[in-house]
């Protein structure tokens, strides 16, 4: 190894040392036999410095979790003995090594675990265990271990494929299958014989059982032996917090209603009696946090989010008696009024930069919502009067209040919608008393002034409230112009804080939807208003516009929505929509002759964001229409069309394909609602630019393009679709045929997509009715298409694409089957279609405890009785006489399955298919 580089691996080395370092790592990284040399330095304990022992780990790390499968059979042994030979080692050293070192060799342990457990190295743990035995040394290298092993296979905080997921969950299987109870032995073992010498390996081992306890049995853990353990170490005041702690996992767990409430009772009995509940207030407050997170019983506010819990536990039983008593409204008044108080921000708040801090109390937030909906549902008028009677003194004196106060006093009306709900928000009607008081408090909030005061939370606040009432104003309609305008100057659209112009932008569009019948007096004065907020964005450095696209998407739709909900005759309605979208037409036609001419490909990248935008505007208008009715009604037909002759140019322009075709295609899938079949002229030519240099992700997105065309107009498209069939499916063909690296995640999942997509479409054809479509392509291609459906069905474990080739299948031999249907789909229907109905189910990866591949087999069993439907006793005879013989199944089982196949009712015969392949496989 390179010394003078790994000199740089000192915290004090100079800087040109210790980039020095980092590139030497690099080279060892890419250099494929690096970590050899690390393997045996590890081994034969050659350095003594940390850093470099910490460096060696580093480089086996990246090894392990990258390019292990390059690596030989022999060469994958000598990580697993070097591995095992510093273990052994560690049992030896007069001195432990630094926890990170220890830490850094646990994740590589992990990493190979899971890598090899299930092929290579099922005895793992027997071999750690056989090495550790008990010793402390190596009982906590073990320990450690044990928790990387969870971090890798149930840490939510880890994204991981779903090749990874699967993995992980037949690991897991696995395990508790062949190892847990001896894990859960070895625990026992520690906690026992460490009791009173080791509180440090103690408290691994405590935190070990409580991680795994969430994915093991619990009766393992749960029983007098393990759980006294626990509770002896519940009086040792280094050990209780851990106990605590795993304690809380154990009563956590999910599990059957009645034996948790049994589990939880025997715990409560023995606490109270060695004295737990007496609780001192000079008590550790960290051990008190715990103890209330597992039993919910003290009161002090730093452990209040813990207490939440309880207290929605008691109002859930207060919810039930018939009467209270006075204590009991007393204890309900005394929670309301928590509730309220700590809702409220705190001085320290950071409204622009919000950190862990301002996360974790927004959450809390969230809890205490929870807490209020469950004291509305005990006492909805204590509710109501409460937050009343806060709302009414607050903004009496709004301007003299602190912002807090005045903010929380809104957002508990806010939260009334939710602690009171009614249908389809009908906050103003229905129970007199609550629909005035609601009123009332509505009536304060807009007619106070409020919406002035000068702090983000409260503006914000207000405009969430108003549209979340939006009823109010069907009610009292004379306030609609105040709030209005609150929406169209510097409170609202025009504040100085981008996050408020942002919000805004959402619920002002909200806003005008929903009361679209109170708009029309206002409309033209709203339009002229927000012109400077319609503006497309030039994509030029340094320009600052008020709304980001996105915000304007809103403005756009609320524009198209006052435009077609006006009043105002069709042709007035027309120019306006001509108003509003020419501008981005003419933009357009601009920004595309740029980028056709542009160098620089930021610049490219920058101009193409601006057409997609533009685009995504016009899309964005069209949401007002329901189908093409709505859009004749209003004139606005012609407007739309000009818009996709303005649109479609871009799909043959060079450059930034992805972004131009994703935003054209959009536009397209809008316009076929819409437009209808005036839509269908520009089709052909807009699908051939798609195709063209397609990458998966482009197909992805095409297919349900062609879906939704193929679903809506049905035989009007049918030559277009025998058209381009061949050609989408060879462009499709072409890039599941591209080779990747074996561990290339990403292009696997993306494969995974467009064979789902790809069958998605087939079976859209079918089920349009237009299998002649797919008849008319020549046997040749008709057989591939054929056989492509049968490897989906058995060869790829994929149980949604598995589903989906089932029931093309089924629809296939349904309108194919028959006795005059095409030759040779007979033939096929024996020799292909019927096997794959039991290859598929009998494969090992076909998991009938999956919820996915249960609905598989269901399209499988729909897939033989329609078989059987078409082919009558032939079918029947054939399984009798030649299929299941092949399989070698028992004649008693044959003649089970097709009387099974023969009864009436489906659902008889798919319960019983889940059955016959449980019982056949192994």
Known sequence: MDEQALLGLNPNADSDFRQRALAYFEQLKISPDAWQVCAEALAQKTHSDDHIKFFCFQVLEHQVKYKYSELSTVQQQLIRETLLSWLQAQMLNPQPEKTFIRNKAAQVFALLFVTEYLTKWPKFFFDILSVVDLNPRGVDLYLRILMAIDSELVDRDVVHTSEEARRNTLIKDTMREQCIPNLVESWYQILHNYQYTNSEVLCQCLEVVGAYVSWIDLSLIANDRFINMLLSHMSVEVLREEACDCLFEIVNKGMDPVEKMKLVESLCRVLQTAGFFSIDQEEDLDFVARFSKLLLVHEDDDISSNIIGFCYDYLHILKQLSVLSDQQKANIEAIMLAVMKKLTYDEEYNFENEGEDEAMFVEYRKQLKLLLDRLAQVSPELVLASVRRVLSATLQNWQTTRFMEVEVAVRLLYMLAEALPVSHGAHFSGDVSKASALQDMMRTLVTSGVSSYQHTSVTLEFFETVVRYEKFFTVEPQHIPCVLMAFLDHRGLWHSSAKVRSRTAYLFSRFVKSLNKQMN?????????????????????????????????????????????????????????????????????????????????????????????????????????????????????????????????????????????????????????????????????????????????????????????????????????????????????????????????????????????????????????????????????????????????????????????????????????????????????????????????????????????????????????????????????????????????????????CQALQQPDAKVFKNYLKVFFQRAKP
């Open 521 to 897: 007096p206002f409309i033209e004065d709203i339009l002229n208003r927000i012109q400077d907020l319609l503006t497309l964005s030039p994509p030029e450095n340094g320009y600052q516009s008020l709304l980001s696209s996105d915000d304007q998407l809103f403005i756009y739709e609320a524009a198209g929505a006052l435009i077609v909900s006006s009043d105002y005759p069709a042709e007035n309605k027309r120019a306006l929509m001509k108003d509003l979208l020419t501008p981005l037409m003419e933009r357009f036609k601009v920004l595309l002759e740029k980028l056709m001419m542009a160098q620089d490909e930021e610049r490219q990248a920058s101009l193409a964001d601006s057409l997609s935008h533009a685009v995504g505007f016009a899309s964005r208008t069209s949401k007002a229409f329901s189908n093409k009715q709505t859009v004749k009604q209003c004139g606005c037909s012609e407007v739309y069309l000009d818009c996709l002759q303005t649109f479609l140019p871009a799909l043959s322009c060079p450059l930034q394909k992805d972004t131009l075709r994703s935003g054209v295609r959009t536009f397209l899938h809008r316009m076929i609602i819409c437009l209808e079949e005036e839509v269908l002229p520009f089709i052909p030519s807009a699908s051939e630019h798609m195709l063209k240099d397609c990458e998966a992700k482009d197909l992805q997105e095409f297919i349900p393009l062609i879906n939704q065309i193929t679903a809506k107009f049905k035989i009007q498209v049918s030559p277009f679709l025998q058209q381009m069939f061949m050609p989408l499916l060879h462009a499709i063909f072409e890039v599941l045929l591209r080779p990747a690296e074996d561990n290339d995640q990403s292009a696997a999942l993306e494969k995974q997509m467009l064979r789902r997509s790809y069958f998605a479409f087939l079976q859209t054809v079918t089920g349009s009715g237009m299998s002649e479509v797919i008849a008319n392509q020549g046997a040749e291609n008709v057989e591939r298409v054929l056989v492509t459906v049968i490897q989906g069905a058995v060869e790829y474990p994929d149980p949604i694409a598995q589903k989906t080739c089932f029931i093309i299948l089924s629809k296939l031999v349904e309108l194919w089957g028959g006795k005059d249907g095409p030759v040779g789909f007979a033939d096929f229907v024996y020799k292909h279609i019927v096997p794959a109905c039991f290859l598929a189910p009998l494969k090992q990866t076909f998991d009938l405890a999956d919820a996915q591949t249960v609905l598989a087999l269901s399209e499988c069993a729909v897939t033989l009785k329609t078989i059987h439907l078409k082919r009558g006793p032939e079918c029947v005879q054939y399984l009798q006489q030649e299929y299941l013989p092949s399989l070698q199944v028992a004649p008693e089982i044959i003649q089970e399955f």
